[in-house]
């Protein structure tokens, strides 16, 4: 049997012996499921009845070709992170898509020719990330495209954080909120390149140039039905009683800040430390460390 089947029967067993709920496989080619499959043919107590099987891939060929399969297939753009992040990532995609649940145990497995069993399986608890609890909780009692918007601009924060813009870390901030509010809080630091433009966050152009202008100063600013309307603007706010951790500097006071005034959500990607921050009325609701 050759070295992939056996680090996926040992994730199986390893799922079966946990009780787990979710098992996550890693696949780019699809290889790796192609031999779950293999392996499930022939040892099908493998899978107790209930067992979500939910193969991400960074691949859209094999993501087109797993939607014909009885598992939950997710795309998400892992490229060559260390397995730890990748993990992370991942919980963050299935948390926000509603595919697990509080009090889950997963396990997930990097089917790879390289075996090292090492980081190619590991079991999750989704109560060991509070601040994706925290936040799940938070972002599920949103209406539908609120809850979208935000997700997405969560999402550009997290790939920025790990992609950066020419080999250099990024810093951004995010504000989601209502249109008028948001411009009288703040102030353009250039002339506004998304004036006279219908910019929808969802369009993978606009999610494009959210990422090329991520290298500028200032906030964007975003309306919560997903209209990017402003870009490079500087949060004019302060005097709030904020309370924030040591090391946090005037991006991360001034998105606090105006989350305390206004009713709206900021989202920080810190320059120094990729950490992604969701502010909401003064306080962090939530941190994801995509390098960690
Ligand atoms: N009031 C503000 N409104 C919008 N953007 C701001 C504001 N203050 C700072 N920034 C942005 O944050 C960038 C970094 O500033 P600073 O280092 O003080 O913040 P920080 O909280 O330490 O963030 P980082 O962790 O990214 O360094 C600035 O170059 C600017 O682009
Ligand atoms: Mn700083």
């Known amino acids: 049997m050759d070295k992939i089947k056996y680090v996926i029967r040992h994730g199986l067993e390893l799922s079966n012996d946990l009780n787990a709920d979710t098992v996550l496989i890693f696949t780019e080619s699809g290889s ?33 070709k797993l939607k014909n399969e009885p598992i939950i297939p997710i795309l998400m753009n892992y490229g060559k992170n260390s397995r730890v992040s990748t993990v992370n990532q991942a919980m963050i995609v299935l948390l926000e898509n509603g595919f697990l649940n509080i009090g889950e145990l997963i396990v997930s497995i990097f089917g790879t020719s390289k075996v090292s069993i090492s980081n190619n399986i590991s079991v999750l608890e989704v109560d060991d990330y509070p601040d ?31 992609e950066g813009r020419e080999g250099k870390p990024v810093g951004t901030t995010f504000l ?35 990422k090329e202008l991520s290298t500028i100063d200032g906030a964007f600013l975003i ?39 206004i009713d709206c959500v900021a989202i920080t990607l810190s320059a120094s430390g990729g950490i992604v921050r969701v502010f909401d009325n003064g306080e962090i609701l939530a941190e994801f460390k995509p390098n960690s």
């Open 223 to 261: 309306d919560y039905i997903g209209n990017v309307f402003g870009g490079g603007r500087y949060i004019n706010c302060g005097g709030a009683k904020i309370n924030l951790p040591h090391g946090l500097g005037a991006r991360h006071y001034s998105a606090a800040t105006i989350t305390k005034y």
């Open 132 to 162: 994706f609890v925290r936040f799940y909780n938070y972002i599920s009692s949103l209406d539908d495209i609120k809850r979208k918007v935000i997700l997405e601009a969560l999402n550009i924060g997290i790939e920025l954080s790990v």
């Open 176 to 210: 989601i909120g209502e249109k008028t509010e948001l411009l009288k809080m703040t102030t353009p630091l250039i002339l506004n390149p998304f004036e006279c433009h219908d910019a929808i966050i969802f369009d993978k152009k606009v999610k494009g140039t959210l």
């Open 32 to 64: 790796s499921y192609e031999q779950y499959k293999k392996i499930i043919l022939e040892n099908p107590k493998l899978v107790k009845t209930g067992l979500k099987v939910i193969v991400a891939t960074p691949n859209s060929d094999t993501y087109f």
